[in-house]
């Protein structure tokens, strides 16, 4: 692995917990990172939990000179810079075309002129759309998005022939993807553009699909990104969380120590022109993973409310299958769910948050993207 590693978006969830382990292993870490009011409040001020040890470059991934002076000396690079929010992105598109795949044609334009060593692009389980699906009778089945008229209805499973709901599978990296939002769209996009260079360029790329990452240093307060950091700043205001249909659609939660590691293992790795999920493997459903948070919290009485809504775009199931960065990386999630979420309760309860889901689902509804 390279000792001068720049990390776009670095002083954001995922990656100050991986300059901290970088620092740690002795390498020479820079983050370059705008520092935005929807993920770290109006004041732009340098996060409070960000390695002193680390350099940091205040300044946006689509301004070129910015990014060409992060790059220099960096020897490699994980770009995890981008804006987030599925729902968010639907009426909010060219701020996440910009983000995410201008930044990133601007970031690569610039790797081109600057050679690194290595390039790790944070990818997304949205680019899947549904997960993969099986019947009773153990036929696998690629699903379809489901229609207004079947979600108008209440009927939240993806259905067989017979009417019948199909059984939600792991998801491996060869699954047809399907692009249900203007985020996932996006970051296809940063995906393939960094592929494709890296083939290209002769630059060694590995694309890391993360699928629901949580833990300390969440952006409490941004309402259109990350359920559990949702559901818990609606709990540290003795709100209840408000699920989405029956609550029985079922994610794949990863603590962010499993994702930074991902990102350490990639970067010190031989792999080129790969693309590996990195989750935990296993199911939750979303009203098992409300109802687990409220009670590490110590607020089991407060209990989720289930909308019976629907938002555009959304999918029922999707699960990662990590046998491929098992086998490749020598991946494996180390953090278990009880584990996580007991470390998660232990920084919230220092925590503040401002409860802005209100306000979130009234601007979904008004562009008739909550039904």
Not at 120 to 128: L, P, Q, T
Not at 210 to 225: E, M
Not at 264 to 277: G, I, P
Not at 321 to 333: E, F, K, T, V, W
Request: proline share 4%.
């Amino acid at each position: 692995m390279e000792h001068s590693i720049l990390i776009t978006g670095g002083a954001g969830f995922i990656g100050s917990h991986l300059a901290d382990d970088l620092v740690r292993l002795g390498h020479s870490v820079r983050i370059l990172d705008n520092l935005c009011e929807q993920v770290h409040g109006p004041d732009g001020a340098i996060p409070t939990y960000l390695n002193p040890r680390a350099e940091i470059i205040q300044g946006d991934i689509c301004d070129r000179k910015t990014v060409a002076a992060a790059l220099k000396g960096a020897g490699a690079v994980v770009h995890l810079a981008a804006a987030v929010g599925v729902g968010q992105s639907m009426y909010q598109i060219e701020k996440y075309m910009q983000t995410n795949s201008l930044g990133t044609a601007v970031l690569l334009e610039e790797v081109i002129k600057n050679p690194v060593k290595k390039l790790v692009v944070a990818s997304s389980m949205s680019i899947y759309g549904e997960g993969c699906y099986r019947t009773a009778d153990n036929v696998r089945l690629t699903a379809g998005q489901r229609t207004h008229q079947q979600l108008g209805d209440g009927v939240w499973d993806i259905l067989d022939v017979n009417g019948a709901p199909l059984i939600p599978m792991p998801t491996p990296e060869s699954k047809a993807l399907t692009l249900s939002s203007v985020y996932a769209l996006s970051k296809y996009d940063q995906e393939m553009l960094c592929l494709m260079a890296g083939r290209t360029y002769g630059i060694p790329t590995v694309a890391l699909r993360f699928f629901n990452v949580y833990g300390p240093r969440q952006a409490l307060s941004n309402p259109y990104t990350g359920v559990l950091a949702i559901f818990a700043a609606r709990l540290l205001n003795n709100k209840p969380p408000l699920i989405f249909e029956d609550g029985r659609q079922q994610r794949d939660f990863v603590s962010v120590h499993d994702v930074a590691r991902a990102c350490r293992m990639a970067l010190a790795s031989d792999l080129k022109e790969e693309v590996l999920n990195i989750g935990s493997g296993q199911a939750y459903t979303i009203i098992e993973i409300a109802e687990l948070l409220a009670q590490v919290m110590g607020k089991p009485h407060i209990a989720p409310v289930i909308t019976g809504k629907y938002r555009v775009g959304d999918i029922r199931h999707c699960y990662a299958d990590i046998s491929r960065a098992r086998r490749l990386l020598g991946y494996h999630p180390e953090i278990s769910m009880t584990d996580g979420l007991a470390e998660l309760c232990k920084w919230l309860a220092d925590q503040q948050a401002e409860d802005h889901v209100d306000r979130a689902h009234l601007e979904l509804a008004e562009r008739g993207l909550t039904v």
